[in-house]
């Protein structure tokens, strides 16, 4: 498997001399951008508001979705709480037995069934692996079978929309998008380079619009500091 970011937490887990280097990331809105390795193993007193809000807000049986070097999964065993990791990325998973994550599951959320949670939590624009507004329908039907009865999704996401606009003021888009939101990106590792993926970024209209449309109800929970916000989804049946 192509697993760039796997590498990258690999990396920064068994060896000293990599701590400073990023993953790379390319977009279809900002060019090259990078993610620091350390900014995957921060502990709880490092994360912003909005991450420590979702992880108060999280009830009963969780499961941690895109859970990458395990954060957020090891802050939640740390007070007790009931939760499964899930990750696509072998390496990944293979970092979060190391850190001490007990309940991992390698695997695409789209092929795992079976087990009922009653907290998905999707952290860092988690819920952004829906790729586009009609995966994101798609998204929440799955969310939705792997949900208890009252169970609820926890998820961040940002209205990227500021990324549109010119020095002077003007507005470019793409005309071959249905929806601003839906970028492509590829990232690469020193020498590995993934495919390129689809991803979604969604405003909080737009969400609470694919919500009602889907049957579940949505709520603000938290708003952060760069256009980004913490929502709560519950399935209204």
Avoid at 76 to 98: D, F, R, W, Y
Avoid at 122 to 150: D, Q, R, V, Y
Avoid at 190 to 198: A, E, V
Wanted: net charge neutral; glycine share 8%; with cysteine.
């Amino acid at each position: 498997m192509n697993d760039p970011f796997g590498a990258a937490v690999k990396d920064y887990q068994y060896s000293f001399f990599n701590w400073k280097k990023k993953i790379r990331v390319y977009s279809s809105i900002s060019g090259r951008e990078a993610i620091p390795l350390k900014h995957l193993f921060r502990n709880y007193h490092q994360m912003p508001e909005i991450e420590k809000t979702a992880l108060s807000s999280c009830s009963g049986k969780i499961l941690d979705v895109g859970a990458c070097a395990g954060s957020h999964a090891l802050h939640l065993q740390s007070i007790g709480a009931n939760v499964t990791a899930l990750e696509i990325s072998p390496g990944c998973c293979e970092v979060m037995h190391k850190r001490g994550v007990r309940n991992v599951i390698c695997a695409d959320i789209y092929d795992y069934s079976g087990e009922k949670f009653d907290s998905i939590l999707l952290l860092m624009n988690g819920i952004g692996i829906a790729g586009t507004i009609s995966g994101l329908e798609k998204l929440l039907m799955h969310l939705k079978s792997l949900l208890n009865p009252g169970g609820k999704i926890i998820f961040d996401s940002s209205d990227i929309d500021y990324a549109f606009y010119e020095a002077d003021g003007s507005k470019w888009v793409d005309l071959n998008k249905s929806y601003y939101g839906e970028v492509q990106y590829t990232l690469a590792y020193k020498n590995i380079r993934g495919k390129p993926f689809n991803w979604l970024f969604i405003d909080s209209k737009k969400m609470e619009e694919i919500a009602h449309k889907n049957q579940f109800s949505f709520s603000m929970l938290a708003e952060g500091n760069h256009y980004d916000y913490l929502g709560l989804l519950k399935p209204k049946n």
